[in-house]
């Protein structure tokens, strides 16, 4: 079974520029987490999604969005970068819309902006 | 203050020995308790849920101490391979889907 995937892997864009993250959750599962990891931080909670419904939003100004579609795939959009968006983005996905179970993480995508 | 506080290490610990380190959290109402382990440039994968009674699996055990507010986790036998950054996780009572995390323990394993 595939784990979660996502995609790209790596990304360097300029200050300014709009990004798209890309973020595909376990077969079956309806919940998608995303978190912002700077270097030598814990994963930052930015947006949680259950069956195509914002459930939470986290301490991020709204150049950050996100959306999650039917098949329960999810993107996180972020505009206007600034230097400090550089970060490893991770996303998650849970079968139901609690975590008491702990999270499975993709293997991330990592942002550098420049 | 934190929400969530952890030493950042590192511990640099002899192939062979047992380490452990803890992780306070601030809001009493916290439920939900993890360890993860993130190796460098990776993400993090979860080691261990953290039960009322404490938990074991294998070399590592996970002790929870509500009064006092921390976690722990101990690695008996250590292997080079547990060479990480440890973190942990909090899931607070308002919130049943966010979790809150330490900045991470970094540990070394020596031959």
């Known amino acids: 079974d595939a784990g979660v995937t996502q995609s790209p892997t790596h990304l360097i864009k300029t200050r300014g520029q709009q990004v798209t993250l890309r973020c595909s959750p376990i077969?079956?599962?309806?919940?998608v987490s995303w978190y912002q990891q700077v270097l030598g931080q814990g994963p930052q909670f930015i947006f949680q999604?259950?069956?195509?419904?914002?459930?939470g939003r986290g301490n991020f100004p709204d150049r950050f969005s996100a959306r999650q579609f039917p098949n329960y795939s999810s993107e996180l959009n972020v505009n206007a970068l600034l230097l400090g968006d550089s970060a490893l983005y991770l996303c998650?996905?849970?079968?139901?819309?609690?975590?008491?179970?702990?999270?499975?993480f993709g293997s991330g995508t990592r942002l550098t902006v420049v | 203050r934190k929400e969530v506080e952890q030493d950042p290490g590192p511990f640099n610990v002899p192939e062979g020995a047992t380490v452990a380190f803890n992780c306070t959290y601030s809001?009493?109402?916290?439920?939900?308790f993890f360890w993860y382990r993130q190796d460098c440039r990776k993400e993090p994968k979860l080691l261990m849920s953290?039960?009322?009674?404490?938990n074991e699996d294998g070399r590592f055990t996970a002790q929870l101490n509500r009064a006092s507010q921390y976690i722990s986790l101990l690695i008996r036998d250590s292997k080079l391979s547990d060479s990480a950054t440890y973190l942990c996780?909090?899931?607070?009572?308002?919130?049943?889907?966010?979790?809150?995390w330490g900045a991470g323990t970094k540990l070394i394993i020596k031959p």
């Open positions: 998650a996905s849970s079968l139901r819309d609690r975590v008491d179970y702990g999270y499975t």
């Open positions: 077969s079956g599962h309806k919940s």
């Open positions: 999604y259950y069956e195509k419904e914002e459930r």
């Open positions: 809001n009493s109402a916290s439920q939900s």
């Open positions: 953290v039960y009322s009674s404490g």
């Open positions: 996780a909090v899931k607070g009572q308002d919130s049943n889907y966010q979790l809150i």
